[in-house]
């Protein structure tokens, strides 16, 4: 495929255009923003019709979807792949219910399409609105969670977008089945199948020609690890919504519940250590580390977690159940998705400030505190997409707030931030509405 594959002429039929020397890659994408063209008009009750039959089909073939992946678990566990790793990836029947209950619940939630953001009336009469439209292609470059591909299929088609899935070869088996799966129901729903297509090929190649597809596709958003998205930032042609790494912190502060304090630190670090907003970084106002630390650090080791300390938490491991290694300097910048976490002492809420500033991705930081000034201050100077105050990190999240499943979690400041809806799918366009008015 080369770049001179414009929208005008992607726009057009096949028998004005080179689909014959198309590569595979720009032959799905074409599809794709054929279909989208077709979906992006369609009412809401179409959309849903297609989302609740997903969810159906998802149900009624959980032993296809589960088998299929079971081709990638094995592989992965021969490949000595981590188990952090292996639990993103691994699907169960009650995974795949999970999956299909949030299909349902993004049906139920308001189109985006066709809303209003703004508009007025102007003083000569002419009628502007700014109305949300669909982004049309969306490409999605994510690794081995394949519950990735059904979260995201549901989004584009409910907010009127076509969806490229490139899934890693790690979950090839799993993707395969499920696209399988989305693509009947969505054709037995009456929408063009190719609204979600599965990106061919398992090679580093399909995927750079999919980040090279500027003209067939829209915007891109890749959700993995650092190495990826760096990838997808810097490589692509194609526009990028920039997802981000979880280097999520815990403050304690002078001012905290310290039973609210443990709670909040071991759901944040254990509940489920694989993903993008479990804690990474522990810090502790040195005004209650004496009372606090020994507390969290023996709760820490019951949930098998290993604290990587700076030398004023290690004065603490003595007489501790906790396995305490010293830190080093890249601790502090690491996204250890396992039964890990950094842990310091600081000497003020000012300098946890300082800290987050200086190692943050830009996830979710939370302050623990019964201090409302200290609890606005540190909102107030913390700049992440998600600040929490008395509670755990890991309800940055698209299905907690409400959003019904979501794309990824942005944490650049362009277009959207933080967890990815349904709003966030869409662009805008501006509706010029006169009565024969002229300039």
């Known amino acids: 495929m080369t770049s001179s594959h414009s929208p005008a002429s992607a726009a057009g039929s096949p028998s004005v255009t080179p689909y014959d020397d198309m590569t595979p890659v720009a032959r799905t994408a074409y599809r794709a923003r054929a279909a989208a063209a077709e979906i992006a008009p369609l009412p809401r009750s179409a959309k849903d019709d297609a989302l609740l039959a997903i969810a159906d089909a998802l149900e009624v073939r959980t032993s296809e979807i589960v088998e299929a ?23 169960t029947p009650e995974r795949v219910r ?38 049309g292609v969306v490409g999605i470059i994510y690794e081995a969670r394949p519950n990735v591909t059904v979260d995201a299929a549901a989004l584009c088609l409910k907010s009127g977008n076509a969806v490229l899935l490139r899934g890693s070869s790690s979950a090839y088996s799993s993707n395969t089945a499920l696209v399988r799966v989305l693509r009947d129901a969505v054709g037995g729903a009456g929408l063009p199948a ?10 580093r190649d399909s995927v750079r020609e999919l980040m090279r597809a500027r003209g067939l596709v829209d915007v891109l958003i890749p959700r993995g690890g650092a190495s990826l998205i760096r990838t997808v930032v810097e490589e692509s042609t194609v526009p990028v919504i920039e997802t981000g790494t979880g280097n999520c912190h815990v403050y304690v502060d002078a001012q905290a519940d310290l039973d609210m304090a443990v709670d ?4 944040s670090k254990a509940q489920r250590p694989s993903v993008c907003n479990a804690a990474e970084t522990l810090l502790v106002h040195q005004d209650i580390a004496d009372t606090f630390l020994p507390r969290a650090l023996d709760a820490l080791a019951e949930a098998g977690v290993t604290v990587h300390a700076d030398e004023r938490v290690q004065a603490y491991a003595d007489g501790s159940k906790a396995t305490v290694v010293a830190a080093t300097a890249e601790d502090w910048e690491t996204e250890y ?19 987050i500033r200086l190692w943050t991705s830009g996830h979710t930081e939370a302050i623990v505190t019964t201090s409302q000034a200290a609890a606005r201050r540190f909102t107030q100077l913390v700049d992440s997409t998600t600040v929490a105050v008395n509670a755990s990190t890991r ?39 006169g009565d024969g008015h002229t300039r």
Do not use: C, W
Not at 99 to 121: K, Q, Y
Not at 194 to 203: I, K, N
Not at 264 to 267: A, G, K, S, V, Y
Not at 398 to 406: D, I, M, V
């Open 337 to 355: 998705l396992s039964y890990d976490i950094a842990a310091a002492v600081v000497d003020s809420l000012d300098a946890a400030v300082g800290h």
């Open 98 to 135: 999970a999956i299909a209950a949030d299909v349902r619940d993004v049906a139920a939630l308001p189109d985006p399409v066709g809303e209003v953001v703004r508009g007025s009336t102007l003083p000569n009469g002419i009628d502007v609105r700014q109305v949300r439209v669909p982004l």
């Open 194 to 203: 190719d609204a979600v297509q599965l990106v061919p090929g398992e090679s």
């Open 264 to 267: 909040i630190l071991i759901n």
């Open 69 to 91: 992946n079971a081709e990638d678990v094995t592989r992965a566990r021969e490949a000595g792949t981590s188990e952090s790793i292996i639990d993103r990836l691994t699907l």
């Open 395 to 433: 309800f940055t999240d698209g299905g907690q707030f409400g959003f019904g499943a979501e794309i990824g979690i942005s944490t650049q400041k362009l277009h959207a931030r933080g967890p990815m809806g349904l709003p966030e799918l869409t662009s805008t366009k501006y509706i010029v509405t």
